[in-house]
């Protein structure tokens, strides 16, 4: 069983950035891919991020520019560093992780979430 903790989410405004971190506890060594997604207020849950073990990436399209996923094996930790904030980045940040290929989408472990809000 694996626990993903977030952190690092807050107010910020617009133009500014944050760094959230995931950290990852417990059996971790099945889990071959993580991704950060997010929820915004009354909207559905979407896709940031993947990173597998291969440390090979992929992003949604509409966030390549402005977001970055990285991974600190050493640490157990997922992060995601996110520049020029726009209020539309309003969301419930959360990690997740695979058993299996990042293409799957099969995300069986997902934090608690942090929030961002983008003013």
């Known amino acids: 069983h694996v626990q993903l903790v977030e952190s690092g989410g807050g107010s910020v405004q617009a133009g500014g950035s944050l760094r959230l971190s995931c950290a990852a506890r417990g059996y971790t060594y099945d889990t071959y891919c993580m991704g950060w997604f997010r929820r915004p207020p009354g909207k559905e849950r979407e896709g940031i991020a993947v990173?597998?073990?291969?440390?090979?990436?992929a992003y949604a399209e509409s966030l390549k520019d402005r977001f970055t996923i990285s991974v600190d094996n050493a640490k157990n930790t997922l992060y995601l560093q996110m520049n020029s904030l726009k209020p539309e980045d309003t969301a419930m940040y959360y990690c997740a992780g695979s058993r299996t290929y990042c293409s799957s989408n099969e995300f069986v472990y997902w934090g608690q979430g942090t929030q961002v809000t983008v003013s």
């Open positions: 990173i597998d073990s291969d440390g090979d990436t």
